[in-house]
Nanobody, 123 residues
């Protein structure tokens, strides 16, 4: 079945950087818009970024604009999230997800999800 596996989460100091990866299998990757979401303790899962199947459309949450960059490598069936200038409020479990939807900023549009990777930013 379709699998999405995140990696790269870690504990880092404020101001630091991390790059998350999400490797997919059994997915026609080039046909799916890929997104990143995050969920902090006691909070709902929130949209972080997405990049459309043909890379023509990219969107970021206001809270991460200018600091995070989503990219995809269709040859490797992998999506990345480069996170710079990390803040303590970025602490969360980060999930990648795949969707064929035209409105990919809501989690309910996504059909496939990874298991998540923990990012902890200390002050």
């Amino acid at each position: 079945q379709v699998q999405l596996v995140e990696s790269g989460g870690a504990m880092v100091q404020a101001g630091g950087s991390l790059r998350l990866s999400c490797a997919t299998s059994k997915l026609t990757f080039s046909r799916y818009t890929m997104g990143w979401f995050r969920q902090a303790p006691g909070k709902e899962r929130e949209f972080v970024a997405y990049k459309s199947w043909n890379s023509s459309s990219v969107s970021y949450a206001d809270s991460v604009k200018g600091r995070f960059t989503i990219s995809r490598d269709d040859a490797k069936n992998t999506v990345y999230l480069q996170m710079n200038s990390l803040k303590p409020e970025d602490t969360a479990v980060y999930y990648c997800a795949a969707t064929g939807s035209l409105s990919p900023t809501t989690q309910y549009a996504y059909a496939y999800w990874g298991q998540g990777t923990q990012v902890t930013v200390s002050s």
